[in-house]
């Protein structure tokens, strides 16, 4: 069999092979994933073998270190090795590359040769080998080897590998990327003004008259100290010509040091941001699930002081800076995005972890873009949407969404209530409010439950003071029995009771329900 069709036929073996996408990915996450829990403590270990590692290279210079010692360092360098070998790998689908490029090649007739499937394999993982983190993690594997020593240097190339295992330094760092164009202007005329100054100086004052200037090199050294406003004092100029070149270079000098921190200090404000709202996806990533709250508006404030108070986890989505910074100053997981916007949805795993979202902006055409970009992740998601046309309504109900709240319609219904029954509404919205005893609550009858497969009067609802309103039987769609006969209803998993009580009393009541 020729080198071609083993090239083949290996790489449509991976990729019809599970295990092998299942342990690749596995490896991605440990490596790249920073929501993966794993990753945290495999980064924590990294940093520890990077630093006691520099350590080792740094005592030996003057101490004579015992033989272990030089055992663990080997086996941090192995770590590093299988680490960036580990990389190699992940970096991307070679042999899916080989497969494109053979079926692209045949479907127009053409030949293919080994060295073009080679090639493009090659060509992708050279594109990782040739990063520069690839370089100084290659690098950083060379001090430990005896014969290298002379390179010793290379020391702090491993101490850059930190930066790969701490994700906000990782941000910072793409600063100089996104901003090489200015810090590269900036190189430019630095050494442009570096080499005419010390050109200028030496021809005034290195033939003698400068007895600290004796070669080019001690020139460069002066300009550099002068133009970033240094000046240790060591070269000072002697000559008028030599005094007129340093003023011209110490204003040249405080310009450029303006520049630049203008550019970096700009570029941290704007990167801070996207620090921020990593963390946010980070902690949400921790979670299980949690509620969804669209609008940090008067509404949603009130909803989101609700979720709080019962220990209820949720995210807040706003576009307005100052709600967010508001919901932030609470100890919200608050994110400034668009909450519409699909890739801000995916980010926060909507479709894996929500439990409900609840759309509570004042513009009804976002919170039906909100309502379909959500059911169009996962179409099981309950979404309750604020209604603030009433003529829009059917659309909400049309994309998806399970509730809308007409907040004008509840208010005049409120008051008409009051007018009519002042004394029972009074009552009824503390008990709602929970401003006084009693209090309605919700109890589940779950699979442990005592109450499964039993009456209501036998599970002890007179003992402990309290009233059955209601249940409601999710088995029939969230069907609720209103007010039920306890001597003849029957309850069943996963019901739902819902009593009014005192809450100690409730308490009480929940925990008799799971004795043994």
Same mark, same amino acid.
């Given at each position: 069999?020729?080198?071609?069709?083993?090239?083949?036929?290996?790489?449509?073996?991976?990729?019809?092979?599970?295990?092998?996408?299942?342990?690749?990915?596995?490896?991605?996450?440990?490596?790249?994933?920073?929501?993966?829990?794993?990753?945290?403590?495999?980064?924590?270990?990294?940093?520890?073998?990077?630093?006691?590692?520099?350590?080792?290279?740094?005592?030996?210079?003057?101490?004579?270190?015992?033989?272990?010692?030089?055992?663990?360092?080997?086996?941090?360098?192995?770590?590093?090795?299988? !680490?960036?070998?580990?990389?190699?790998?992940?970096?991307?689908?070679?042999?899916?590359?080989?497969?494109?490029?053979?079926?692209?090649?045949?479907?127009?007739?053409?030949?293919?040769?080994?060295?073009?499937?080679?090639?493009?394999?090659?060509?992708?993982?050279?594109?990782?080998?040739?990063?520069?983190?690839?370089?100084?993690?290659?690098?950083?594997?060379?001090?430990?080897?005896?014969?290298?020593?002379?390179?010793?240097?290379?020391?702090?190339? =491993?101490?850059?590998?930190?930066?790969?295992?701490?994700?906000?330094?990782?941000?910072?760092?793409?600063?100089?990327?996104?901003?090489?164009?200015?810090?590269?202007?900036?190189?430019?005329?630095?050494?442009?003004?570096?080499?005419?100054?010390?050109?200028?100086?030496?021809?005034?004052?290195?033939?003698?008259?400068?007895?600290?200037?004796?070669?080019?090199?001690?020139?460069?050294?002066?300009?550099?100290?002068?133009?970033?406003?240094?000046?240790?004092?060591?070269?000072?100029?002697?000559?008028?010509?030599?005094?007129?070149?340093?003023?011209?270079?110490?204003?040249?000098?405080?310009?450029?040091?303006?520049?630049?921190?203008?550019?970096?200090?700009?570029?941290?404000?704007?990167?801070?941001?996207?620090?921020?709202?990593?963390?946010?996806?980070?902690?949400?990533?921790?979670?299980?699930?949690?509620?969804?709250?669209?609008?940090?508006?008067k509404m949603g404030k009130v909803l989101c002081e609700e979720l709080d108070r019962s220990d209820e986890a949720f995210v807040v989505l706003?576009?307005?800076?100052?709600?967010?910074?508001?919901?932030?100053?609470?100890?919200?997981?608050?994110? !400034?995005?668009?909450?519409?916007?699909?890739?801000?949805?995916?980010?926060?795993?909507?479709?894996?972890?929500?439990?409900?979202?609840?759309?509570?902006?004042?513009?009804?055409?976002?919170?039906?873009?909100?309502?379909?970009?959500?059911?169009?992740?996962?179409?099981?998601?309950?979404?309750f949407s604020r209604l603030n046309n009433i003529a829009i309504s059917s659309k909400l109900e049309i994309a998806g969404a399970k509730e809308?709240?007409?907040?004008?319609?509840?208010?005049?219904?409120?008051?008409y209530k009051y007018f009519r029954q002042p004394i029972a509404f009074s009552a009824v919205d503390n008990i709602l409010l929970e401003r006084?005893?009693?209090?309605?609550?919700?109890?589940?009858?779950?699979?442990?439950?005592?109450? =499964?497969?039993?009456?209501?009067?036998?599970?002890?609802?007179?003992?402990?003071?309290?009233?059955? $309103?209601?249940?409601?039987?999710?088995?029939?769609?969230?069907?609720?029995?209103?007010?039920?006969?306890?001597?003849?209803?029957? $309850?069943?998993?996963?019901?739902?009771?819902?009593?009014?009580?005192?809450?100690?009393?409730?308490?009480?009541?929940?925990?008799?329900?799971?004795?043994?």
């Amino acid at each position: 069999m020729n080198l071609k069709k083993r090239l083949l036929r290996f790489a449509y073996r991976l990729e019809a092979s599970e295990k092998y996408k299942r342990t690749k990915a596995s490896v991605a996450t440990l490596l790249n994933d920073p929501t993966s829990k794993s990753k945290k403590y495999f980064d924590y270990f990294m940093i520890f073998l990077v630093l006691s590692t520099v350590l080792i290279l740094i005592l030996e210079i003057k101490h004579h270190l015992p033989t272990w010692v030089y055992a663990y360092e080997s086996f941090a360098v192995i770590i590093f090795a299988v !680490e960036w070998l580990a990389r190699v790998w992940v970096s991307g689908d070679a042999h899916m590359r080989v497969i494109e490029l053979y079926e692209k090649r045949e479907a127009k007739e053409m030949p293919t040769t080994f060295w073009m499937l080679f090639r493009v394999a090659w060509k992708q993982k050279m594109a990782f080998i040739l990063s520069p983190m690839s370089i100084i993690d290659l690098l950083a594997i060379l001090p430990s080897y005896r014969p290298l020593r002379v390179f010793r240097f290379f020391l702090l190339f =491993r101490l850059f590998k930190v930066f790969r295992y701490t994700q906000n330094a990782n941000f910072f760092l793409r600063v100089f990327h996104e901003k090489r164009f200015e810090f590269l202007t900036l190189i430019i005329i630095f050494s442009f003004m570096v080499f005419f100054a010390s050109t200028v100086i030496y021809i005034f004052e290195g033939g003698g008259a400068n007895e600290k200037i004796d070669s080019f090199f001690d020139a460069i050294y002066w300009a550099v100290i002068t133009i970033t406003t240094v000046g240790f004092g060591d070269i000072t100029p002697q000559t008028t010509e030599g005094r007129f070149v340093t003023i011209f270079l110490i204003i040249g000098g405080v310009a450029i040091i303006s520049f630049m921190t203008s550019i970096i200090t700009t570029s941290m404000t704007e990167k801070l941001e996207e620090v921020k709202s990593q963390h946010i996806l980070n902690e949400v990533a921790k979670l299980k699930s949690y509620i969804l709250v669209c609008g940090y508006g008067k509404m949603g404030k009130v909803l989101c002081e609700e979720l709080d108070r019962s220990d209820e986890a949720f995210v807040v989505l706003d576009m307005l800076p100052k709600e967010i910074a508001e919901a932030t100053k609470r100890g919200y997981l608050a994110l !400034e995005a668009d909450a519409s916007d699909m890739s801000v949805l995916k980010d926060l795993k909507c479709d894996q972890k929500l439990k409900y979202a609840v759309a509570l902006t004042n513009d009804d055409a976002l919170n039906l873009s909100i309502t379909l970009s959500l059911k169009s992740l996962n179409p099981d998601i309950e979404i309750f949407s604020r209604l603030n046309n009433i003529a829009i309504s059917s659309k909400l109900e049309i994309a998806g969404a399970k509730e809308e709240v007409f907040p004008y319609k509840v208010a005049a219904r409120a008051a008409y209530k009051y007018f009519r029954q002042p004394i029972a509404f009074s009552a009824v919205d503390n008990i709602l409010l929970e401003r006084y005893d009693p209090v309605i609550d919700e109890v589940e009858i779950i699979q442990s439950s005592q109450a =499964r497969g039993r009456r209501i009067s036998q599970i002890g609802i007179k003992k402990h003071n309290l009233k059955i $309103l209601g249940v409601i039987r999710t088995a029939e769609a969230d069907r609720l029995y209103f007010n039920p006969d306890v001597e003849t209803f029957t $309850l069943r998993e996963h019901d739902v009771l819902v009593v009014i009580g005192d809450s100690s009393d409730i308490a009480s009541f929940k925990v008799s329900l799971f004795k043994g």
